[in-house]
């Protein structure tokens, strides 16, 4: 056949939008509907662009309101230190049917809505129902969507080691981020390229180091299996979990070594990505967010940090979106120091098939 974008295979999700998204917003200092997203997001992430303020993370699985925030760049139990955090400083007040719905705190609205900051969302669809699953020997609650590639899943730990959970997603997770609600506890991430030996936490810069959360097991298309580390399964403690798996020309989880060249490394993932976050595995580094909403044109300098409260840095280049991948530009910060082994997630903003060049 000739090689033309026609005769390209079709791909699963033709518009990566209906799955996955990044809206931004300004705050109003007041209630605010963030609308247009055309699903109703089961997992939000927001950041406040303007100010240093925390990543605030919120999923239908455990709910919305103040007493349900979490932080990926903090390790402190659900709802903050005092268990009232967002309800002090804003929160996701509801999961819409085209987006969500963000509520001021008692005091200034700092988080979501503070009036005139610029805001970020980063959105997921989980599917349409939470069910009970029982594939593991601990029974989730999991909203899973097996074409979107997402899960999101609910426990209660019983510190056993080799326990199984169901995450309902018909594929083996290549990504995994868990994070105990009831306690303080790091946010402990597996990446299928540095493998079940070793871990990332996603509110740290170390990089993948030895560790047994997984019991050295691989997940499986049905199950994650577990140690009995508190972070993942101590006793009686309440754990979620957000698993990712790639999806044709939607979503594409890898690594690749940086040369320390402001022509770095092409990274083919077989879409325009909508989201990338890069970090480097064989050394220190922070988790570096990079998307095509906050910079809708080449080269990319806006990013955020998702283990830091930082507000959006733009000194220098970081990558080009293209039309089939992302390709690194930075010769002298992340993402892209010589020699340096990086781990990548991407989401698409549209499937190489159809994407042009930006």
């Known amino acids: 056949k000739a090689m033309c974008t026609t005769n390209f295979a079709d791909p699963t999700i033709a518009d990566g939008s209906t799955a996955m998204?990044?809206?931004?917003?300004?705050?109003?200092?007041?209630?605010?509907?963030?609308?247009?997203?055309?699903?109703?997001?089961?997992?939000?992430?927001?950041?406040?662009?303007?100010?240093?303020?925390?990543?605030?993370?919120f999923d239908i699985?455990?709910?919305?309101?103040?007493?349900?925030?979490?932080?990926?760049?903090?390790?402190?139990?659900?709802?903050?230190?005092?268990?009232?955090?967002?309800?002090?400083?804003?929160?996701?007040?509801?999961?819409d049917a085209d987006g969500f719905t963000v509520a001021p705190g008692t005091d200034t609205p700092l988080w979501v809505s503070n009036n005139n900051d610029s805001y970020v969302g980063w959105v997921w669809d989980g599917g349409t129902s939470t069910v009970s699953n029982t594939d593991?020997?601990?029974t989730t609650n999991v909203r899973a969507s097996a074409s979107n590639g997402f899960s999101i899943i609910g426990y209660t730990g019983n510190a056993t080691t080799g326990a199984t959970l169901g995450h309902g997603l018909n594929s083996a997770p290549e990504l995994l981020?868990?994070?105990?609600?009831?306690?303080?506890?790091?946010?402990?991430?597996?990446?299928?390229?540095?493998?079940?030996?070793?871990?990332?936490?996603?509110?740290?810069?170390?990089?993948?180091?030895?560790?047994?959360?997984?019991?050295?097991?691989?997940?499986?298309s049905s199950v994650?299996?577990?140690?009995?580390?508190?972070?993942?399964n101590g006793t009686g403690e309440d754990i979620i979990c957000y698993a990712w798996t790639s999806v044709f020309q939607y979503s594409s989880f890898g690594s690749y070594v940086g040369n320390g060249s402001s022509s770095g490394p092409f990274v083919f993932t077989g879409f325009r990505p909508a989201l990338v976050i890069c970090k480097a595995s064989s050394t220190t580094s922070s988790w570096n967010m990079f998307d095509s909403t906050r910079a809708s044109y080449n080269v990319v300098k806006a990013g955020l940090l998702a283990d830091s409260q930082n507000?959006?840095?733009?000194?220098?280049?970081?990558?080009?979106?293209?039309?089939?991948?992302?390709?690194?530009?930075?010769g002298s910060a992340e993402p892209n120091a010589s020699g340096v082994?990086?781990?990548?997630?991407?989401?698409?903003?549209?499937?190489?098939?159809t994407a042009r060049a930006r």
Do not use: C, Q
């Open 177 to 220: 981020i868990f994070k105990v609600r009831s306690d303080s506890g790091n946010w402990y991430t597996y990446h299928e390229s540095a493998g079940a030996t070793k871990y990332f936490t996603l509110d740290r810069t170390h990089g993948a180091t030895s560790n047994s959360f997984l019991n050295n097991t691989a997940p499986t």
């Open 61 to 95: 699985v455990r709910g919305s309101g103040g007493s349900k925030v979490l932080f990926s760049n903090r390790a402190t139990v659900e709802g903050g230190a005092t268990g009232e955090e967002g309800d002090k400083y804003g929160h996701v007040s509801s999961f």
């Open 21 to 57: 998204d990044v809206v931004t917003y300004t705050g109003n200092g007041s209630t605010k509907s963030i609308s247009g997203i055309g699903f109703s997001p089961d997992f939000v992430w927001i950041k406040n662009r303007s100010n240093g303020y925390n990543h605030v993370l």
């Open 224 to 232: 994650i299996t577990v140690s009995n580390a508190f972070e993942v």
């Open 311 to 330: 507000a959006e840095f733009s000194s220098s280049d970081r990558i080009d979106i293209l039309s089939n991948g992302f390709k690194v530009r930075s």
């Open 341 to 353: 082994t990086y781990v990548y997630m991407a989401w698409a903003e549209h499937p190489f098939a």
């Open 136 to 138: 593991g020997s601990i």
